[in-house]
């Protein structure tokens, strides 16, 4: 167990709808990272943030936004979705800034299946 | 620009087995730092070990171990004795060391490894 926690753990939609992903990152860590991982494009970074604002910015869609709360968790936001964002959403989170510098640990990821 | 290529796709041994997974990676930057996640079935990712650029020594986990050689930009993990609990995705990442906007994991593809008894 990472200590980053994930809900939901499975998520079934429809085209054109809108979904949230919740993440908790584990206690003491401030940095909060959203993955996308699909059989086409592997494990693709979207968005990073630390201690409430947005730090870096990956292959995020425009339809996609993400925030952390000041109690640091953070919120994916999906919408308009198109049956190509079926994939496994993963959060990490680690203590610091810098990506590199520490690890970052992931939660169990939320399966997402746009019907 | 910043790239990780695990060129072995999926591998099959036999239990007990050593098995050697590859991986290469590209950047520009001096500082970087290098990572192996290992993903079951299950579908959780789980950090096995981190590696910076200014550490060539390798090392040793049980039955696990890290060889990491600037000279080829390889990092590769070998399993000894390989166990059906092995069986897995393993992916290698890479993370430039000053965080700029690509400061992030960048993947490879990953290799599935199944170990047989």
């Known amino acids: 167990d990472s200590g980053v926690t994930q809900t939901p753990k499975h998520l079934i939609t429809a085209t054109g709808q809108r979904v949230t992903l919740r993440c908790s990152p584990r206690?003491?860590?401030?940095?909060v990272y959203w993955y996308q991982q699909s059989l086409d494009q592997g494990l693709q970074f979207l968005i990073q943030?630390?201690?409430?604002?947005?730090?870096a910015k990956g292959n995020i869609l425009e339809r996609f936004s993400a925030q952390q709360f000041p109690d640091l968790h953070s919120e994916l936001n999906l919408s308009s979705l198109e049956l190509g964002d079926s994939a496994l959403y993963f959060c990490?989170?680690?203590?610091?800034?810098?990506?590199?510098?520490?690890?970052?640990?992931f939660g169990p990821g939320t399966r997402l299946t746009v019907l | 620009a910043q790239k990780v290529t695990q060129a072995q796709t999926e591998i099959s041994v036999v239990e007990k087995e050593d098995v050697t997974l590859d991986c290469v990676y590209e950047?520009?930057?001096?500082?970087?730092?290098l990572f192996w996640y290992k993903q079951p079935p299950s579908g959780e990712l789980v950090f096995l070990i981190r590696?910076?650029?200014?550490?060539?020594q390798n090392e040793i986990s049980g039955r696990y171990s890290w060889n990491f050689q600037k000279s080829t930009s390889s990092f590769n993990f070998t399993i000894t004795a390989s166990q059906v609990v092995d069986s897995a995705v393993y992916f290698c990442?890479?993370?430039?060391?000053?965080?700029?906007?690509?400061?992030?994991?960048?993947f490879g593809k990953g290799t599935k490894l199944s170990v047989k008894p």
């Open positions: 990442a890479l993370s430039e060391g000053n965080g700029g906007s690509q400061g992030n994991l960048i």
């Open positions: 990490a989170s680690s203590v610091g800034i810098v990506s590199g510098t520490d690890t970052q640990y």
């Open positions: 590696r910076n650029s200014f550490d060539e």
């Open positions: 206690s003491g860590d401030l940095s």
């Open positions: 943030y630390y201690n409430g604002e947005e730090r």
């Open positions: 950047t520009r930057d001096t500082t970087y730092y």
